[in-house]
């Protein structure tokens, strides 16, 4: 039976981290590492909630660091399925962070993620279908083709097969 389709707010999560000592370096900002594992846990719990599957991260297709996240702000990571392919999901994530204090808030990173179901015999399994209801997600469902087209054109040109 064919899994019913979902829609991106069925996978979104909101993970939320404190910026300690620990995930700084000698400017007082996060290294891009620790927010790229961040990232890439958001990712995969919002990849699991869609297809309900074990996942394995196939690529980061693309992150900005838009701005440095500072010791002590709060950092909150918003994720969701954007599209899906066969196997495969793109999750984006968008990171902003606040200082708690001052109220300010700022946009931090953007990053689109692309995840693969893996099936009890360890390889890929077809996921359910997206459905994007909202105007924000139909755009991001669209933008999110393009960015596969784009990969998998790339992926030929560089195999000279283009
Ligand atoms: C990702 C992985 C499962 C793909 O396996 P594969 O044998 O290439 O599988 P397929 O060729 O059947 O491709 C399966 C899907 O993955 C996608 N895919 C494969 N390589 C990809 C890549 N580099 N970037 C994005 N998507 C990729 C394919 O487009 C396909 O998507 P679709 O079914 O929606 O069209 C495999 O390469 C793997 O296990 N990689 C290691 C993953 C890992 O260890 N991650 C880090 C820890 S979680």
Redesign the pocket.
């Known amino acids: 039976m064919t899994a019913p389709n979902k829609s991106p707010a069925d996978s979104t999560v909101i993970m939320t981290e404190l910026v300690l000592p620990q995930h700084t370096n000698a400017l007082g900002t996060i290294f891009g590492g620790v927010v790229m594992s961040w990232v890439?846990i958001a990712a995969?719990i919002a990849a699991g909630k869609h297809c309900q599957t074990a996942?394995?991260?196939?690529?980061i297709?693309a992150l900005s660091f838009v701005a440095p996240i500072r010791l002590g702000h709060v950092v909150e990571l918003k994720a969701c399925v954007n599209a899906?392919?066969?196997?495969?999901?793109e999750i984006g994530v968008r990171v902003d962070s606040s200082n708690l204090i001052t109220g300010e808030k700022f946009h931090n990173v953007s990053a689109y993620l692309?995840?693969?179901a893996?099936g009890v015999d360890g390889?890929?399994q077809?996921?359910p279908g997206l459905t994007p209801k909202t105007e924000a997600e139909k755009r991001r469902n669209l933008a999110a083709q393009k960015r596969?087209q784009s990969?998998?054109e790339l992926?030929k040109a560089i195999k000279g097969e283009s």
């Open positions: 890439d995969a996942t394995v991260t196939a690529s297709d899906v392919g066969r196997t495969s999901m692309t995840f693969v893996i390889k890929p077809p996921v596969r990969r998998i992926a």
